[in-house]
């Protein structure tokens, strides 16, 4: 049987277009986050790897990570589910529609009100590389 264990990045939060994220970095089984090892300013993500600076623990990255996981896991568990139902002649609809939640909670974690920071927190992330706050002037508008 093939295990496939390692260390990734999930839990992408606190976008600064062009600038940087935060993201947590995770020992994981299967590609599933399992133990948080650490958040981190990410400044560029490349198919070798990651550059940044570790900044702790960002608690809002890793609930990402997770629920990005747990919706994925249900959304699978749940159209199993449904094509069993489908299978034993029995009305499908119902489980289909049980589908959605679990799709809505992982489609819920790429939306900008999760992913982009705050100016707030935008300059307190700037602050913790020493980078000055006129950097992030010219994308304000962007930041929620």
Same mark, same amino acid.
């Given at each position: %049987?093939?295990?496939?264990?390692? !260390?990734?990045?999930?839990?992408? !939060?606190?976008? &600064?277009?062009?600038?940087?994220? #935060?993201?947590?970095?995770?020992?994981?089984?299967?590609?599933?986050?399992?133990? *948080?090892?650490? =958040?981190?300013? &990410?400044?560029?993500? !490349? +198919?070798?790897?990651?550059?940044?600076? *570790?900044?702790?623990? +960002?608690?809002? =990255?890793?609930?990402?990570?997770?629920?990005?996981?747990?919706?994925?896991?249900? !959304?699978?568990?749940? #159209?199993? /589910?449904?094509?069993? &139902? $489908?299978?034993?002649?029995? =009305?499908?609809?119902?489980?289909?529609?049980?589908?959605? $939640?679990? #799709?809505?909670?992982?489609? =819920?974690?790429?939306?900008?009100?999760?992913?982009?920071? +705050?100016?707030?927190?935008?300059?307190?992330?700037?602050?913790? %590389?020493?980078?000055?706050?006129?950097?992030?002037? *010219?994308?304000?508008? /962007?930041?929620?």
């Amino acid at each position: %049987m093939l295990f496939i264990w390692g !260390t990734r990045l999930y839990g992408k !939060t606190d976008e &600064v277009p062009g600038l940087f994220h #935060v993201a947590t970095k995770f020992g994981h089984f299967w590609y599933i986050p399992l133990i *948080p090892l650490g =958040s981190i300013i &990410v400044l560029e993500e !490349t +198919s070798e790897g990651w550059r940044g600076l *570790p900044i702790g623990i +960002s608690l809002k =990255s890793i609930l990402l990570g997770w629920m990005a996981a747990a919706a994925a896991i249900g !959304t699978l568990v749940l #159209v199993f /589910k449904t094509l069993c &139902v $489908a299978y034993d002649g029995k =009305s499908w609809l119902m489980a289909a529609l049980l589908n959605l $939640a679990p #799709v809505a909670a992982w489609t =819920s974690t790429l939306l900008p009100f999760f992913r982009r920071a +705050s100016y707030t927190r935008a300059r307190e992330l700037a602050g913790r %590389m020493n980078l000055s706050n006129e950097i992030l002037d *010219p994308i304000r508008d /962007k930041l929620r």
